[in-house]
């Protein structure tokens, strides 16, 4: 989420605070979309060239599915890209929504695998084991922050070119700085286990004595995505229940009905503005091949818990974009 900073030209009623109004949000998405094509480009390049990524363009940069769309906000999906690495083909989508109001302006990047070597052949990504997953994960978060930061600053120069020359109340010196993140790792898993744990948990039962219990594979990578650096399980499951640990279980179900089981990391937010949400989807397809990425449980939850935390952020701080 960014924090916009700048002056009004005109400012004759100090104290007003800094945004767009509707109708320069919408002309400045339809100016930024007509550049789509370009923007994506330069975004492309710059992860090509970035040597310390080691990746490549895997797919044409032709794809019409770029979209722009007023339902939910002002939002520019630029259209998805494919990136292979040495063990990974990445589909990723960057997406922005405009600020206005007292809201702030989001930009995100979205992976998923498509691809990955086992046994020295690229396979589709089912049945990946947790080694496979959570070297995907760390890949995929490295590309994201590159692309990120390349990707604000994108947004930055757009903006600041309209709210210097087209807007209606315009804005000199504007800068967009990070205030806070959002990090989703999310997977699939067909193990019904999963269906149990969601049941206990919706009983009020503590997810750390029924794991010591049962031996749930998906839920003990979740545990080990959210505390990387404990490598035995008793002693990940000691943390998370120990006095003081800042984590949350949430017990999640999506809109399409399939139950998923997340651990929110809150011990990163004081320090560095940063949440992470560890978390795992039933899906009886989890092992179908040649998936769209669309139908994917996990790919929808995360879309939708990104959604609902932003509100509840822009809510919680009132403040301009």
């Not at 002309?27 to 080691?54: M, P, R």
Request: net charge negative; with cysteine.
């Amino acid at each position: 989420m960014l924090a916009l900073a700048g002056s009004f030209v005109d400012d004759v009623e100090p104290g007003v605070r800094l945004g767009l109004n509707q109708d320069d949000a919408v002309t400045f998405a339809k100016q930024t979309f007509g550049k789509e094509q370009g923007l994506i480009e330069e975004l492309v390049s710059g992860l090509v060239q970035d040597n310390t990524l080691g990746i490549e363009l895997a797919q044409d940069l032709n794809a019409d599915d770029a979209r722009l769309t007023f339902s939910r906000g002002v939002i520019i999906d630029l259209r998805n890209i494919g990136f292979a690495s040495a063990g990974y083909h990445h589909r990723i989508r960057m997406c922005m929504t405009v600020c206005q109001g007292g809201q702030h302006s989001k930009i995100w990047f979205r992976a998923v695998c498509r691809k990955y070597v086992k046994d020295g052949e690229w396979a589709d990504p089912v049945h990946m084991d947790d080694e496979a997953l959570r070297k995907y994960f760390a890949e995929a978060e490295r590309i994201g922050q590159v692309a990120l930061d390349k990707f604000a600053q994108i947004y930055q120069r757009e903006l600041a070119a309209f709210m210097e020359t087209d807007a209606t109340r315009k804005i000199s010196n504007l800068s967009l700085s990070p205030e806070f993140s959002f990090v989703f790792r999310t997977f699939d898993s067909d193990n019904e286990g999963l269906l149990h744990l969601h049941d206990a948990l919706g009983a009020g039962k503590s997810m750390t004595q029924w794991l010591e219990k049962n031996t749930l594979p998906p839920g003990d990578l979740v545990t080990e995505l959210t505390l990387p650096q404990i490598d035995r399980r008793n002693r990940r499951l000691e943390a998370l229940r120990a006095p003081g640990a800042k984590f949350a279980v949430l017990d999640y179900v999506t809109r399409d009905g399939e139950p998923g089981i997340f651990l929110r990391d809150e011990s990163l937010q004081q320090s560095e503005n940063r949440v992470a949400f560890n978390g795992v989807v039933f899906d009886e397809d989890a092992a179908e091949p040649n998936v769209p990425a669309s139908a994917s449980p996990a790919f929808s939850v995360a879309a939708e818990m990104l959604a609902g935390v932003t509100r509840r952020y822009d809510a919680s701080k009132n403040t301009p974009a």
